[in-house]
C-alpha cells in the first residue's frame, strides 16, 4: 500500500532504524560509511537513538497513535504493544553504554527494533491509513510536521 503523505516522515525513519538493525545484529554485513567494531556500533547506535528514534517515537506517541487510538480494538492493541516496544528501546539501547554482554545486546536490540518496523509498516501504517479520514491524515502530518521544525530548533538552540 502506497504511504500517505501523513505518514511517510515515519517511513522513512523507519528505513534508518532498519539499517541500525541490521547493524547491530551479529555477523552483520559491512556497511560502507558506518561503524564495524561494537563500540563504533554501540556509539552510533546511541546517536542514532538521540538525534533519531527518540524524535520518531514522541511523534508516534503525542501525535500518531492518540488520533488512531480508538478506531477499532486491533489498533488499539496494537498501539498497547508497540508503546511497549518503545519502553523496551528506552531502557536498552541507553544501557548499551556501560553494557557488559554488548555483543548479545546489541543484537536482541537489532531483532527486536527490525520486528517492530516491520510492524508498523506491514500493519500499523495500513490500518491507520484505511481507519483514519484524509482531514484526520492531514492533521497528523501537519503536526508532524511541526513536531521536526520545533526539534530542529530545540537542536540548534543547545548547540549554540
Not at 505518514?7 to 555477523?27: E, F, H, P, T, Y
Not at 496494537?78 to 554488548?102: G, Q, R, T, V
Amino acid at each position: 500500500m502506497k504511504r500517505h503523505n501523513a505518514i511517510v516522515k515515519l517511513s522513512r525513519d523507519n528505513q534508518k532504524g532498519l539499517m541500525l538493525a541490521q547493524l547491530l545484529k551479529k555477523n552483520a554485513p559491512k556497511y560502507k560509511g558506518l561503524p564495524e567494531e561494537p563500540i563504533g556500533k554501540r556509539n552510533y547506535a546511541l546517536e542514532t537513538f538521540e538525534k533519531d528514534l527518540t524524535q520518531h517515537f514522541e511523534d508516534e506517541e503525542k501525535i500518531l497513535f492518540p488520533s488512531a487510538k480508538g478506531k477499532s480494538k486491533e489498533c488499539d492493541d496494537l498501539i498497547d504493544e508497540l508503546i511497549n516496544e518503545h519502553k523496551f528501546f528506552y531502557e536498552k539501547i541507553p544501557a548499551l553504554e556501560n553494557s557488559p554482554n554488548l555483543i548479545n545486546e546489541m543484537d536482541l536490540i537489532g531483532h527486536r527494533l527490525e520486528e517492530h518496523i516491520r510492524k508498523e509498516e506491514r500493519i500499523l501504517f495500513n490500518l491507520i491509513q484505511e481507519l483514519l479520514t484524509e482531514d484526520e491524515l492531514i492533521i497528523i502530518k501537519s503536526k508532524i510536521e511541526q513536531s521536526r521544525k520545533d526539534f530542529l530548533k530545540s537542536c540548534k538552540t543547545n548547540s549554540a
